[in-house]
T-cell receptor, first 114, second 116 residues
Framework: AQTVTQSQPEMSVQEAETVTLSCTYD???????LFWYKQPPSRQMILVIR??????QNATENRFSVNFQKAAKSFSLKISDSQLGDAAMYFCAYSGGGADGLTFGKGTHLIIQP | ETGVTQTPRHLVMGMTNKKSLKCEQHLGHNAMYWYKQSAKKPLELMFV???????ENNSVPSRFSPECPNSSHLFLHLHTLQPEDSALYLC???????????????FGPGTRLLVL
C-alpha cells in the first residue's frame, strides 16, 4: 500500500518570504500522480499543484513550485512571496491514476506572520 | 452552480436517525469519491464510483451506504451511526482516462456531521 508522510505538523513564515513544505511517499509503482492541496479554515480542499511522475520537469503554478525527486520519493512544495491568504493546512497526496482514490499525508499547518 | 456541491453543509443526528448526504458535480466527470476527515486522522478514502459502478470500498462499516444513480450525483446514506463517526465528509470527482492533467480530483465544500 502507498503511504504519504509529511514530517512538519506546522510551519511559520514571514509575509513575502519563501517557505518549503516537505513530503515523502512510498510506492512500488512507476507511474503515478502527486498533488498538493490547500485547506483553509473554510475547509474547502483546493488544488494547488499537480505533478505527473513520468514528467521530469518540476511543476510550477505562479508562486508555487515543486521539487520532485522520483528516486528519493520526495515531493516538496515551495511557496515564494508568501501572502496572508496562503495560511492554511497543506496536504500532500498520491494517486495511482485512473479512478484511484487519493492517499493523503497528515498535513502541514502553514502560518503566515504579517 | 459550478464545480462540486454538497448538501447539507452541517448535520446533527442522533444515533438512531437515518439521514443522507448529497453530492453533485457539474464538471462532466465520470468518477466520484467519498472521503472522511476526522480531527485525529488523515483523510480516509471511503468509496469510489467509476462510471456509476462502485470500484472501491475501503472496509467501511455497513452503517454507511453509498449510492450513485448517475455520473453527476453521489449519495451517502447514514443509519445507526456512532459518535466516532462525527467528521467532515468530503465528496470529490475526477475524469479518469482522459489524458494529461484530467485525473485530478476536485472537492466539494464538505458536510460537517455531528452524531450525538
Amino acid at each position: 500500500a502507498q503511504t504519504v508522510t509529511q514530517s512538519q505538523p506546522e510551519m511559520s513564515v514571514q509575509e513575502a518570504e519563501t517557505v518549503t513544505l516537505s513530503c515523502t511517499y512510498d510506492t512500488s509503482e512507476s507511474d503515478y500522480y502527486l498533488f498538493w492541496y490547500k485547506q483553509p479554515p473554510s475547509r474547502q480542499m483546493i488544488l494547488v499543484i499537480r505533478q505527473e511522475a513520468y514528467k521530469q520537469q518540476n511543476a510550477t503554478e505562479n508562486r508555487f513550485s515543486v521539487n520532485f525527486q522520483k528516486a528519493a520519493k520526495s515531493f516538496s512544495l515551495k511557496i515564494s512571496d508568501s501572502q496572508l491568504g496562503d495560511a492554511a493546512m497543506y496536504f500532500c497526496a498520491y494517486s495511482g491514476g485512473g479512478a484511484d482514490g487519493l492517499t493523503f499525508g497528515k498535513g502541514t499547518h502553514l502560518i503566515i506572520q504579517p | 452552480e459550478t464545480g462540486v456541491t454538497q448538501t447539507p453543509r452541517h448535520l446533527v443526528m442522533g444515533m438512531t436517525n437515518k439521514k443522507s448526504l448529497k453530492c453533485e458535480q457539474h464538471l462532466g466527470h465520470n468518477a466520484m469519491y467519498w472521503y472522511k476527515q476526522s480531527a485525529k486522522k488523515p483523510l480516509e478514502l471511503m468509496f469510489v464510483y467509476s462510471l456509476e459502478e462502485r470500484v472501491e470500498n475501503n472496509s467501511v462499516p455497513s452503517r454507511f451506504s453509498p449510492e450513485c444513480p448517475n455520473s453527476s450525483h453521489l449519495f451517502l446514506h447514514l443509519h445507526t451511526l456512532q459518535p466516532e463517526d462525527s467528521a467532515l465528509y468530503l465528496c470529490a470527482s475526477s475524469q479518469f482516462f482522459a489524458g494529461d492533467g484530467q485525473e485530478t480530483q476536485y472537492f466539494g465544500p464538505g458536510t460537517r456531521l455531528l452524531v450525538l
